[in-house]
């Protein structure tokens, strides 16, 4: 007679949990994929054979009393045996893919993601905007059930209502069982004898909504937002999965983007970029005056502070900076051009006392101002 307790090691007062654990070493140990040669297999065997006797409490209360099912040979070894034991020694759980009995027809939905077009102004200052979407949404003919109201469902015939199709067949370790889902009733169980004829047993319907959004201040092209709960209604009018909302924000005619910077590019005249100038700018917060420093050069910037993209997490603004030009006539009258030369002149010119002269009125700086003011 086999002697099962010591075959897997155990005391013959083992619990069915200590069975399952030395089982459960033993078969990581011995296994013919993780330690090949016959050996091992033969001792997989045994071990196999005594978890199948000693973890069936009445096979194991049999064996107790003397009887001992496999006492005619290894041959017989391994009939009901199932396949998700020797997965569960490895795995902890179920072989994969498993069926365990009929599935339910509802399921969480899928998440949603759709686009949405900002203009830059909105991603200054945030705001709400109005999201339309097209989405899966519970029948409100069937209310998720799937069935014409009214009607029913029968039994699945093939798996008689377990949802999963069992096989037994011949390998190595003798007859394995293993399960796969229904393809008669996709699992279920049972089939609906008369779909809904709003979502054809589906449960839910597609259909177009729209949603409120409201868009946080400081957001840029690829930021997602997240709507919960407000993606695609699972089958059988399950839970909704989740919106996101990926925004785009569009081309500005005066300002680019770059963080929460805003840059903007001007063209100044050669006699403002010389003499200085006062000059008005629109930004998001309405009109500010941007002061030209005498002897301004092109690529010259000014910072005009915290009127920028507000910073999406936390407080404060970006700066909006603006890079300067400086024009070059390329046209001149006689007059203009006896200017520039006598500017020219000049300039190479001792001054008194190392001074520079004053642009006033009457100067040769005075001039060359007025003459380009009427040009």
Known sequence: MNDYYADLGVARDASPEDIKRAYRRAARRLHPDVNPGPEAEEQFKKVSQAYDVLSDAEKRRSYDMGADPYSNG?????????????????????????????????????????????????????????????????????????????????????????GEIRQVQRSFLGQVMTTRPCMTCQGFGEIITDPCYECSGDGRVRTRRTLTLKVPAGVDTGTRIQLAGEGEVGHGAGPA??????????????????????????????????????????????????????????????????????????????????????????????????????LATARGEERPEGRVANPTEGTLFGKLRDAFKAR
């Open 74 to 162: 290894a041959a017989s070894f391994g009939q009901g045996f199932s396949f998700s034991d020797i997965m569960d020694a490895f795995f902890g759980g179920q072989a994969p893919g498993g069926a365990a009995g009929p599935r339910s027809r509802t399921t969480r939905g899928q998440d949603a993601l759709v686009r949405l077009d900002l203009d830059l102004a909105d991603a200054v200052f945030g705001g709400e905007k109005e999201l339309t979407v097209d989405t899966a949404v519970a029948c409100g003919t069937c209310h998720g059930d799937g069935r014409q109201p009214g009607t029913g469902a029968r039994t699945c015939d093939v798996c008689e209502g377990r």
């Open 241 to 342: 999965g989740d919106l996101y909302v990926e925004v785009a924000v569009r081309r500005h005619p005066v300002f680019q983007r770059r963080g929460d910077d805003l840059h903007a590019t001007i063209e100044l005249p050669m006699t403002a970029a010389a003499l200085g100038a006062t000059l008005s700018m629109d930004t998001f917060d309405g009109s500010h005056e941007l002061d030209i420093k005498r002897g301004t050069q092109s690529g010259d910037t000014i910072t005009l502070r915290q009127l920028g993209v507000t910073h999406l997490r936390g407080g404060g603004r970006g700066d909006v900076v603006v890079h300067t030009i400086v024009q070059t006539p390329t046209r001149l009258d006689p007059e203009q051009e006896e200017l520039l030369r006598r």
